[in-house]
């Protein structure tokens, strides 16, 4: 894996974005984080973040 590519898969998506993807409401995608469908990471603010590798590997699987 190049540093490039690498740096794609660590991108961290806002829950706003990942409902984007997903066509849902980003209300919907806290709710599949709290019953563990979807890891997120908490930012120093509180704030959770998705990985886009993740993301993008749930996109496939539908």
């Known amino acids: 894996m190049t540093t490039q590519e690498r740096r794609e898969a660590d991108k961290l998506l806002t829950p706003a974005e990942v ?3 997903f066509r849902v409401d980003p ?9 563990g469908k ?3 990471i908490r930012t120093l603010g509180g704030h959770r973040r998705y ?8 996109l496939a699987d539908l």
Do not use: D, F, M, P
């Open 19 to 21: 409902a984007a993807l």
């Open 27 to 35: 209300k919907t995608v806290t709710r599949w984080a709290k019953a």
């Open 38 to 40: 979807l890891t997120s």
């Open 51 to 58: 990985k886009e590798s993740e993301v993008r590997g749930l």
